[in-house]
């Protein structure tokens, strides 16, 4: 049997074919020159991957914020106001947040009407 | 001070744990009427009181008071009789209202608010809720859920404070599904200084199915030893 010499070679350089095709997938909704060229692309993703991860506690500030809104507008509906029925609320140890408050006043007017 | 109260109560909520042998909070059952009838907790004489004083003087923290408006002003007196009486008839009426529909089970469709997993979920028959937690019953297991905040009908409302008498009211839910959440992606860059990293997770997560959502028991029927019922010893 014929055994060669060991070739101390590094291994050659990785294939960019499929590190690129990980981010095309990704990217392929985008616009123009930054869903083909990898150097724009790039950019853009790490940026949408960022956004990702901030919005999830955006999400549940905005949502916050929107109940408030419309617990506020139910209240001024019935011609009180949104601090009266949280105080009430704290004072009469009900203790249902802003989720639900919003629920029942765009859906159970009546039972938001009786708070 | 009354956000605070307001939060204080929350937080409180989620980490309550209903024990048999002390005996729950005196729950006062505010009943409601599709009429003008709206009971009050505290009795009417104080909420005149607080009438006059509001009337009086627009009292905010940051308000400074000028003297000669304190003196020149007469303080307004009004005499308002005692109405004790008659909101406790109101009471009673609406209460025996309440309890007739119970016992003739015309009120129709019950909803309630639950307190579950840390998040409230308003509910009725047949709703599919998700849960983002992991718990230890199985598929197919029947759960109970204990915090009920609010039941509520066509025509009235209980709201409990905080929570509902667990002999009065009823909600059961079967788990339907118990699995992983897909797989969502925690990406931290540093821009401009090489530095970023992929994290990957997914939580469990599972699907109830609320079998009913029912009344058990008369609205002031209490029974002589709370929070007893229902339990093992």
Request: overall charge positive; glycine content about 4%.
């Amino acid at each position: 049997m014929l055994i060669t010499r060991v070739v101390c070679n590094r291994a050659t350089k990785p294939d960019n074919f499929w590190k690129r095709r990980r981010v095309f997938k990704l990217t392929a909704h985008y616009y123009g020159r930054k869903r083909n060229c990898y150097s724009i692309a790039i950019k853009y993703l790490h940026r949408a991957l960022a956004y990702v991860r901030k919005s999830r506690q955006l999400k549940k500030r905005d949502a916050i914020e929107l109940w408030q809104q419309r617990i506020s507008a139910g209240c001024r509906e019935l011609g009180s106001s949104y601090e009266v029925l949280v105080r009430g609320m704290a004072r009469c140890q009900i203790a249902l947040d802003k989720k639900t408050l919003a629920n029942l006043a765009i859906w159970e007017p009546r039972t938001f009407s009786s708070h | 001070m009354a956000a605070l109260m307001f939060r204080n109560v929350l937080s409180k909520l989620s980490q309550l744990q209903i024990s048999p042998i002390k005996s729950l909070r005196t729950n006062g059952i505010n009943c409601t009427s599709p009429a003008t009838y709206v009971l009050q907790a505290q009795a009417i004489e104080k909420c005149a009181i607080r009438m006059l004083r509001s009337a009086a003087s627009n009292n905010f923290e940051g308000a400074k008071f000028n003297a000669s408006q304190q003196t020149s002003v007469q303080p307004q007196q009004e005499v308002l009789e005692n109405q004790h009486d008659l909101e406790i008839a109101i009471t009673k009426e609406t209460i025996e209202k309440v309890n007739s529909q119970i016992k003739s089970n015309s009120h129709g469709r019950l909803f309630a608010v639950i307190h579950f997993a840390g998040k409230q979920r308003r509910v009725t028959d047949g709703d599919l809720i998700m849960i983002e937690a992991a718990h230890p019953a199985n598929v197919g297991d029947v759960i109970r859920a204990e915090k009920v905040l609010l039941l509520g009908s066509r025509d009235f409302t209980l709201l409990g404070r905080p929570l509902l008498r667990p002999d009065l009211v009823r909600v059961e839910a079967t788990v339907v599904e118990k699995s992983l959440t897909h797989t969502k992606t925690v990406f931290r860059n540093r821009r401009r200084k090489n530095t970023r990293s992929f994290n990957f997770f997914r939580n469990h997560f599972s699907i109830l199915r609320i079998n009913c959502v029912r009344l058990e028991g008369l609205v002031d029927q209490r029974p002589e030893i709370e929070g007893v019922h229902g339990r093992i010893f």
